[in-house]
């Protein structure tokens, strides 16, 4: 079976709810009529509340916390996404893991929690220089996927996002063979974890811009992007969208 594209902008800390608005407007005007992918929008929280977005298009938060409710200042839970009328949760960026050092038994409670309250989580993993240079990239992805998927029963709501962290705003892309490779490894560990996961969406992140995006979605194992600075400019995002669009 034939995987549609995802393509997902994570506006990171960028655009105020009106901005994201008028962004997502100007979106849709220009692409009209997608047939061959489905496209997110991952604003800041405060810009998910009344976001007109229909099939094929969809809004996801950038991450929650994993209790219902509670004293947890500055968190925000499943169910309030929810009611902002989310489909899916970014989880595990990489961010999130080394600027505000999440675990990745964290990681996994907000996965589960996800999928308990019916989202859909896009987790995010991908190996730093360090461990890249150490030879260490399938081990990480090993244990990423390991402990963020632990207790999971099956991957069939989730999407994987493999963002190397060298390559995330640096301008710096993985070449193809280092993203076939991973999306590879990948596969390949969830195929052991999950043995009827080959329909899954693996997106590659990190640096994806309008010139490399036709190479980089025809590597094998790639079914999308998880876009962060070209996601926030409108000709940038729907050029690589339209050039999606019509690879398939
Ligand atoms: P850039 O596309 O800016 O490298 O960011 C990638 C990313 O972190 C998407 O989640």
Known sequence: MKIKPIIAGNWKMHKSPSEGKTFISSIKNLLLDLKHVSVIFAPP????????VMPPFYSAAQNCHWEEKGAFTGEISVSMIQD??????????????????ESDNWINKKVKAVLAGELKPILCIGETLDQRNAMETDLVLKSQLELGLSGVNSLENIVIAY????AIGTGVTADKNQVESAHATVRNILNELFPKSENIHVLYGGSVNPGNAEELIQVPGVNGFLIGGASLDVESFTS???IVENIQ
């Open 45 to 52: 929280f405060t810009g998910l509340f009344d976001m007109d």
């Open 84 to 101: 902002c009328g989310a489909e899916y949760v970014i989880l595990g960026h990489s961010e999130r893991r080394h600027v505000f050092s």
């Open 163 to 166: 963002e190397p962290v060298w």
């Open 240 to 242: 690589i969208t339209q």
